[in-house]
């Protein structure tokens, strides 16, 4: 048997004549460089704890009886801390004696692929991350008039927003359902995607990576009171109510 991840394993062998089984615990080798432990996959913004780590040459955390110093780098716009608020910025920390790991804290305030360093006995580890904006919270309908004539072609715009309505961009591909309170058997009232409302209606529609809104348009051709929103699970929708005239 050959493992290279310290854990507990467990394996049997059966024969004719008995069967055996057995548990063995793999330990660690001993500390040859230094690591990190955190997500690969973290958000814009947020203050994310690490584990600086002594590690073994097959990347297992491994305590020794000396204390390391470890030197932190990062390229771009990321920087590590010493507090869970992310506000005391750090460059160096060090690994305990008797100890595998320290805890640090590191934010990012820009998204995309990016790259982590520890430096430490006598050598560097980088470690890459991908670095999320957060997700939308609602998608605002807005651009509504409070009265619409009938016929009418309205330009509309739909945006990913965080919960207090600030713009979000969005990393790929923003998919929701469109809803009204249009008649079903009005064949005409809806949404639509060109600005002469020509065409058929759609009743979902997208936000494109790296982009925060969407133009879209509405016609309303039946008189009375109505109202459009938007769908997405686990996404705030927002309801917009509008009254449509006679032409």
Known sequence: IRETVAKGISFSLTSSISN?????????????????????????????????????????????????????????????????????????????????????FYKNTSNGQKQISVTGMNQDTTKDIFVARPDPKQIILSNIPQSIEAGSCIAITAQTTDEFGIPLVVDSDYSFDLVSSFSSTDLVSGFYLSSSCSGSRVFSAKILAESSDLQLYIKPVKTGSFYVSTNRQNVTSNQRSFSVGPS
């Open 20 to 104: 055996d089984s057995k548990f063995v615990e793999i330990t660690p080798l001993s500390p040859s460089k230094l690591g990190f432990s955190i997500s690969n996959r973290i958000f814009v913004n947020q203050c994310n704890q690490i584990q600086v780590q002594k590690q073994d040459i097959f990347g297992n955390p491994s305590s020794s009886a000396f204390q390391e110093q470890a030197a932190l780098s990062t390229f771009g716009s990321g920087k590590f801390y010493s507090d869970s608020s992310c506000l005391n910025e750090i460059s160096v920390t060090a690994i305990p004696e008797n100890s595998f790991y320290n805890t640090v």
